[in-house]
């Protein structure tokens, strides 16, 4: 995959993720479900959904391979 790094987010413009945001992604590097995730860190699945979107949205990813990649880019993992 080709990416166009103009358009990727830095250090310095993604909003800070929060303490349990950084939980979810550092599960969502691992190959397990958001079923699995939430009962790993005993929440609903729909609690998982909802984080995991906003750390989509933080990092302006919207897929998964995308989050994990920009979080090893930017030094979050």
Do not use: H
Request: with cysteine.
């Amino acid at each position: 995959m080709t990416v166009d790094t103009a358009f990727l987010p830095t250090q310095r413009t993604v909003e800070p993720l929060t303490r349990r945001e950084r939980v979810i992604l550092s599960n969502l590097d691992e190959d397990v479900t958001l079923e699995e995730i939430a009962s790993k860190l005993f929440v609903t699945r729909n609690t998982v959904k909802s984080q995991v979107r906003s750390v989509y949205r933080k990092l302006g990813v919207s897929t998964r391979a995308d989050a994990v990649e920009c979080a090893r880019r930017i030094g979050l993992r």
